[in-house]
Every structure is written in C-alpha cells, then in structure tokens.
C-alpha cells in the first residue's frame, strides 16, 4: 500500500494532476485510502460524479426490468408521449427513413444513433441549433467560452420532446457512438417508475447503501471540490463549469448529473458486489459483452475498452470469443486522438482481471468493480478530462489498485 500512497504523491508532485483521493474495498470495508493534492480531496468532499451516473443510471433500469415494469427490448415510443414512432437518420447529409426503432437496450448501448452536442458530428450540430443543452451544468456548445450558454430543460419530458424530433446518427442499433441516450433513460425511469429520476435514485439506490450525501444537487454548493483545466499557466479552476444546484433539479441527468463522494461511491460499488441493488442474474448481465453486431468505430469511446455491457466497460473471460491477439491489443496500446479530438487512454485489458465491470467520468474520476475477488476501486482527480492531459492515468492508477486486491497479472 505504500507504493500505492507514493504513485499518487508523484503525480501530483510532477504537477501531472492537481489532487487525487482514492480508496480500495475489499469485502465490504475501505482497505486503503489516500488523498494529496492543493484541495484536500478525501473520502467524504462532493465531487461531480458525472457520466459514473449513468451506472446508477443502468442499475435502475435494470431493477425495473427485474420488478416486471419493462422490457431491455421495448421500443421506447411505446413509454414515452412524446417521442415520435417513425425515426429518421443522416445519411450523406440526407433525411433518410431508419430501419429500426429504438429499444430500451439500444439507449444502454449507445447505439440508438444518438448523439452529444459537444461532439462534431452532423447530428450533433442540429442539437447546437436547436439550443439542446444537456440537464446537467457544462455550457457548450463550446467548453472554452463559458459565455455561450444554452438554458437548461425544464423538465426530462421537455429534453426529450425537443431531442425526439431531431434524425439520428445511424439506424438504431447500427453503430457505437457514446451519447445523450442515458438522459432519455433518465425520463424512462421517471414514467415507468412514476418517481422523479432524483427520488427513484435517492429510494431505490443510495439509501440502500446508505449513500447520504450523493444527490442531483448539494443543499451547500461551496462544499464541492473544484474542476481543474490543465493550460500553459497550468491548472486552472474551469470556467465553463456551473456550481451545483442547491435544490432537486427539475430536468436531473441520468448521463451526469450526480455529486457523489468516494465513500458513497465505494458504497454504491459495495451495492454491487453484495447483492443489495441487484441480484447476481442481473450483475452478470451488465457485465457479459454485448454480442450485437452493431459497428464500434476505431476512433470511439468504444475502442477504448475491450468489450462493453450495459452501460458500462468489462472485461471477458479469459476464454471469451472478444479476446484478442496479443500483439494486436500491444497496437492498440499506442495513444491516437478520434475525430473528435478525444484522446483516447491506454486499453486496461491486461492489468484488470476476467469479470471486472466499471466507468469514468469526465472530471478525471472512475471506478471499477471486481466480483471474484469482492472488491472495487474508486478514485477522482478532478481534472477535466483526465485522460487527455495524462494519456494512461486511468490504467495506471489501476495497476496500482490491482497489486492491492490481488488481480494484477
């Protein structure tokens, strides 16, 4: 543990990231902990939790799913009013007629051809046009102009009533591309469940595991740790980031909208290694790789990881079809930047062990979650965008995690 301790010091002595708290469970308890950094990090200061929502996110769904309340394969017409029962898509800049229709199932896997506004696609640019803005505090369209605001929904049924209408990327289960789809499950939960998405979260999940302090607001918004850039004056508090509100949000994201801690974060990862938010049927679910033919292209998010289940990255058994060539995966460990001038990390693939499920987010935080050895990994940077400034940092500091709970290779 204190190779683990030292690692983390020197990144931040190298002034790689600005802080650092991470802490390793292991059946059921907090094993090791440690925070260092100019914001004193620790494990119970808010932090934006962002898209590791969008697991609380798939654990809703797939509680409803258990409780009989929907189907992973239902066409999401057939729950939601307003969206529209023909879906049209982009096709060399024409409106052309999709094929399919979206499905609950689609939305998990971001391929419903969907889109984020932040992305430079042409689906993308219509959201821009329309003032899409997401339900959860980044301005864009452009992250470096913190005037340009887009005002926010008043409501999921208002962020999809307006999303509806606009044609998607690709036919619904064609391609991979990392999306708003889990803010439309966001209002799925509140139509099937007849709860707010705040209240269901707040019910269902975190007082389960006694998770208090993880909400869609923060009733004291100057108790959240700062979000860094990283500039040539180096690291900057970021500009573009609203504060928390200090009320239930009236439109709360399922993609990002959390704050959270790194001890209920632990908690919540706790929730899945026990038992208490789903049954193992249902863990076994998320974490199995999708087998659908849908294309991932090489310059996505799904590149990134070696398979993906429900709303999160996994690893496969180590007899897995998805295994691939040894030196094909020592290619794919080369650093390239997508089209979206995403940068994407080194493959975690062989530090982390057969069954391992988790998910970052944007704010240099991640988890993941180890089932065989009933243990799990959090920690946040919050550096905007982590990755990008330290090509490898989520990798790296798992290694370090995995010599801990004893799963590295």
């Not at 650092?20 to 059921?28: L, M, P, Q, S, T």
Request: aromatic share 8%; hydrophobic share 40%; proline share 9%.
């Amino acid at each position: 543990m204190s190779k683990m301790r030292a690692y983390l010091d020197s990144l931040v002595a190298q002034e790689k990231i600005p802080n650092v708290c991470c802490a390793v469970v292991k059946d059921g308890k907090i094993i090791f902990e440690h925070s260092c950094g100019n914001d004193h990090l620790s494990l119970t200061k808010p932090i934006r939790a962002y898209s590791m929502t969008k697991v609380a996110t798939a654990v809703a769904i797939l509680q409803l799913r258990d409780a009989g309340k929907l189907s992973l394969d239902t066409q999401i017409a057939s729950i939601l009013e307003e969206w529209p029962e023909e879906q049209v898509f982009m096709h060399q800049g024409q409106i052309k007629i999709a094929t399919t229709k979206i499905t609950i199932r689609h939305l998990l896997q971001h391929s419903a051809g969907l889109s984020y506004g932040f992305w430079m696609d042409p689906v993308a640019e219509k959201y821009r046009e329309r003032n899409l803005n997401l339900p959860h505090p980044i301005a864009y369209p452009s992250l470096d102009d913190p005037t340009q605001r887009c005002p926010p929904p008043s409501s999921l049924h208002d962020f999809c009533k307006k999303l509806a209408p606009l044609p998607l990327l690709a036919n619904p289960g064609e391609r991979y591309h990392y999306s708003v789809s889990f803010d439309v499950l966001g209002r799925i939960i509140e139509c099937v469940s007849g709860l707010s998405l705040d209240e269901y979260f707040r019910i269902h999940i975190f007082d389960k595991v006694h998770a208090n302090a993880t909400h869609f607001y923060l009733q004291n918004p100057d108790t959240v740790a700062p979000v860094y850039v990283k500039t040539n004056q180096g690291f900057l508090v970021a500009p573009h980031i609203d504060p928390p509100p200090n009320t239930p949000p009236a439109a709360p994201s399922g993609g990002g909208g959390l704050y959270t801690t790194i001890a209920d974060w632990c908690a919540f990862a706790n929730g899945l290694l026990d038992g208490t938010l789903l049954s193992q049927n249902s863990i076994d679910e998320l974490r199995t790789p999708d087998s659908s033919n849908f294309i991932r292209p090489p310059d996505s998010l799904a590149a990134r990881y070696p398979a993906l289940g429900l709303g999160v990255w996994c690893i496969p058994p180590l007899d897995s079809a998805h295994k691939e060539d040894e030196d094909e995966k020592k290619k794919e460990q080369k650093i390239h930047e997508n089209e979206n001038n995403y940068c994407l990390d080194v493959p975690i693939a062989p530090i982390m062990a057969p069954g391992a499920f988790g998910w970052p987010g944007a704010s240099g935080s991640s988890f993941f979650v180890d089932p065989a050895r009933k243990a799990a990994v959090v920690f946040t940077t919050h550096l905007f965008l982590a990755d990008l400034v330290v090509p490898g940092l989520q990798a790296s500091i798992f290694e370090q995690a995995c010599s801990i709970i004893g799963c590295s290779s």
